[in-house]
């Protein structure tokens, strides 16, 4: 059939045809259809050296099989790191080496990858090899030195084993026989030398603090949580250090990204994983996923800086605090310009917290520009649609051209336009959660699910690019405000609450408080409520809380609060009992979290699988929660963290509970 040049058929490039199984390994098979363009009937190559645009000629289509490896055990996993089609498959490679930790410790693959050396032989003997074998043998090594030289490039830190780094050592041991002279050796080598040294800068650092810290027992510093510690926070002392407020709005920003930036760039994309990162909580986790700990870190410092700021001084008229809120507000929409959202959404999360967002004084003394601004810079991190919005605006900043590094002469200024951006990890580490969470490990006959590690590895991907783009930021540190933001006043949960309530009292409403969409972070925290015969709570009246609601833990920002001091007029809560906040992780299924919260009720702990889990849905409805689900993931994204617990057995309906 012939057509004119430039016109296509309108098919899709790739089609899938369905799985094939091979020495008891899954591939899934696609057809791939490229084209291919010929001259006219008539015409060939000895008519003239180049082709004619201006001839008539028709499209050619050839379709190919393209095999990708879905699942395998693990020794035919490592058989296709070396001897798979890289063309087939270019991105196997990449997956194994990112997500391996996940299914196989660094060692063990070395083990199974690393060939032995070959015997030392005597200088009188002489091997005679044939041709086809050399050059086999050559193949195979030159595949596991390409294997190993993009893992020692792109994955440094899977060889951080100190003090010896022995897995470092058996990779330079082979490349030493296999690839003396190769750059892959020499990658090793200088891999080796940069761990020796960061270990010697980490007991320098450790001593240096040691001696600032003096011997045990020396300092006498008052806990914040002593009575002689909240007196001085309630009566809002004042510290050496300038207080952070104090710079510029650019200065503020700019420092904040900086950091955050610098703590991205260092994230290993391994750690961010849902297999490793849901093992956080765990006994004896403590040093699980440290760059992922330092930025979630860093984002509850800026968090607590906020509130500290805000809350500190309860002193403060009602004016002198909106300024505060108003330049919060401001160095927000600072950082959306730099385009660093991690700072950003930290600030609006303190902002939203319950012990500002209740100030219904100072809320209403802030002009109106800077509320405007305020609700939308919210709306970017709104929840309807997983989150839509910030996710756009994410791929947006992504394909904005930065600043290339080969267009800035040496000595000239850095490009107005910024680079980056730098993203709000947790939209990330909750995708990889739920991605853990929803697919196996492992499929029928004990195969690795490889097509999981995939679906993982584009995440993880992504994250690389980014962390390419941040390491582009033109910033200078600027150690005065870099002292301020860590010496500013952090207050607890509990302290921010009370020294809220000490400012305005919870009887006042919150009219003046901006209206924001309240979102659903990675920590939530429920009320649980028991239903009883009871109907009165022993201890507090509905709307007048002791404690707060909004929850600091690493992976996720401070929780919107759930708890807020109802309105004069407002109808009071049913009968019911109130039932103290429940941090509710992405990890917790229902009968542990129907445990403790009957823990909190003094309820008799074999009494736990007699009891129901309900989330409390707006017009009276309700959502059972089955006994084996998660119910982080579970439950109704727009509903209040509000649940009832009810006895299997009970015949009779219970009063819906309203929301607190």
Known sequence: MQRTAGKELALAPLQDWGEETQDGAVYSVSLRRQRSQRLSP???????????????????????KVRALRAAHLERLVWELVSGDRQQDPGFVPAFLATHRA??????????????????????????????????????????VSVLGSWLRDHPQDFWDPPAHSDLGSVRTFLGWAAPLGTEALEAEKLLGDFLEQAEQEQE???????????????????????EGCLEEEEGLVQ?????????????????????????????????????????DRPGAAGIAPTVRATVTQFNTVTGCVLGSVLGEPGLAAPQRAQRLEKWIRIAQRCRELRNFSSLRAILSALQSNPIYRLKSSWGAVS??????????????????????SREILSQEEATEGPQEEDTSPGSLPSKLPPGPVPYLGTFLTDLVMLDTALPDMLEGDLINFEKRRKEWEILARIQQLQRRCRSYCLSPRPPILDALRAQRQLSEEQSYRISRVIEPPAASCPSSP???????????????????????????????????????PGSPPSSPRTRDPPPGSPPASPGLQGPSTKLTSQDKAPSVVQRAL????????????????QVLPGGRELLIP???????????????????????????TTSVSPT
């Open 515 to 553: 209206r924001v969409r309240r979102r659903i972070s990675l920590t939530k925290r429920l009320s649980a409520k028991l239903s009883r015969e009871r109907g009165s709570s022993p201890g507090g009246s509905p709307g007048d809380p002791s404690s707060p609601t909004s929850s600091l833990s």
């Open 599 to 614: 823990q909190k009720h003094n309820v008799a702990q074999p009494g736990a699988r007699d009891y129901q889990l309900f």
């Open 368 to 389: 109106r520009e800077p509320l405007s601004t305020f609700r939308k810079l919210s709306q970017i991190f709104s929840d309807e649609n997983n989150h839509l919005s």
């Open 240 to 280: 050496d250090c300038p207080e952070l407020l104090n710079f510029s709005v650019d200065e503020v920003a700019e420092q904040l990204t900086l950091m955050d930036a610098e703590l991205f760039s260092r994230v290993r994309p391994c750690e961010c994983l849902g297999s490793v990162w849901s093992q956080r």
């Open 42 to 64: 008539g015409e060939g190559p000895r008519d003239s050296q180049a082709p004619n645009p201006n001839a008539d000629a028709f499209l050619h289509y050839r379709t190919s």
């Open 103 to 144: 299914f196989v410790p660094t060692a063990r693959l070395l083990g199974l990858l690393l060939p032995p050396p070959p015997p030392p032989l005597p200088p009188w003997v002489e091997i005679k090899k044939t041709e086809g074998q050399d050059l086999s043998f050559n193949k195979n090594l030159r595949a596991v």
């Open 627 to 653: 006994d084996n689900a998660n119910v982080f993931y579970a439950m109704s994204p727009a509903a209040p963290g509000d649940f009832v617990l009810r006895q299997k057995e009970e015949a009779q309906h």
């Open 205 to 227: 650092e450790e001593e240096q603090r040691q001696a600032r810290a003096g011997p045990p027992g020396t300092a006498q510093s008052r806990s914040p949580d002593s009575r």
